[in-house]
């Protein structure tokens, strides 16, 4: 038996990276999967892996695309059991406060912490319907440290989904509806892989803070998140839920 059998997941940002790995790990454990994304080619390769997912377009900061998204879920498979928040950016031009613009500062809240809100607001009672389920909510750990290689509109809407996470773990507990932030510490993405490759030094100058001496896989943050999803984390709410190797347990390394 799947850790996820007769659940439906709908996790966002799905196409690639974290929640790439997640929707193909979720599909393994049973769950059938709305694999959403804006990226349509790489998600319906994604989708393509099991019979039992399929992939749909979405703009996560738009609430009529947000409210489709879990139209088309019910109406294939009957209801949503799993909300898995993932999608989020992180544009170049988002780095210290004395140099992100506006425009730069509300496309990274529209996304990542408004995105995270509708995800909520329009998936929430499609739980309810089910008598209760389960809510990721993708934040960081930099909703909790400070970094002096900044990106303040990132930091900053991470912070506000973990909040906004506390908060809608109270008001839904005892309607059977559990919501965890989940805070990834770095993670060896493409992106960050790519960025890495081009500026070796940069790698050993953040890997020095990592007591484990090296970057989670994304397999390693879609396990979290399977916890999360499943049974086996019922009594797990409102959690601060760190996957960082202790990054913010450090405070110097043994390097």
């Keep these: 038996m799947g850790r996820l059998d007769g659940k439906v997941a709908v996790i966002t940002g799905a196409a690639a990276g974290i929640g790439r790995e997640a929707a193909l790990l979720f599909m393994e454990e049973g769950a059938r999967v709305c694999v959403a994304d804006m990226r349509q080619p790489e998600g319906e390769l994604t989708a393509d892996q099991s019979r039992h ?3 749909h377009e979405v703009d996560v900061s738009d609430s009529e695309s947000v409210s489709a998204m879990y139209a088309e879920t019910v109406r294939r498979y009957g209801g949503i059991d799993v909300l898995y928040n993932n999608a989020g950016i992180m544009p170049p031009e988002d780095g ?3 140099v992100t613009g506006p425009d730069a500062w509300d496309r990274v809240q529209a996304v990542n912490a408004k995105g995270v809100y509708l995800c909520c607001r329009y998936g929430i009672p499609h739980l309810l319907e089910r008598g209760g389920g389960s809510v990721i909510n993708v934040a960081s750990f930099v909703a909790l440290v400070g970094a002096a290689t900044s990106q303040i509109a990132y930091t900053a809407s991470k912070g ?4 906004l996470s506390r908060e809608l773990a109270v008001q839904f507990a005892r309607q059977g509806v559990r919501v965890n ?7 060896a993405t493409p992106l960050l892989t790519r960025l890495f490759a081009d500026d070796p030094d940069a790698y050993e100058r953040r890997r020095i803070h990592l007591p484990m001496g090296r970057l989670a896989t994304p397999r390693e943050i879609a396990s979290a998140a399977l916890f ?4 086996e984390s019922s009594y797990v709410n409102g959690a601060t839920f760190l996957v960082d190797g202790g990054l913010t347990a450090a405070y110097v390394t043994p390097e």
């Excluded at 932030?181 to 993670?187: D, R, S």
């Excluded at 999360?228 to 049974?231: K, N, P, S, V």
């Design 53 to 55: 997912a399929f992939f």
């Design 96 to 98: 210290s406060i004395l």
């Design 160 to 163: 506000a989904v973990l909040s």
């Design 181 to 187: 932030a989940l805070c990834p510490g770095p993670v």
């Design 228 to 231: 999360l999803a499943g049974d």
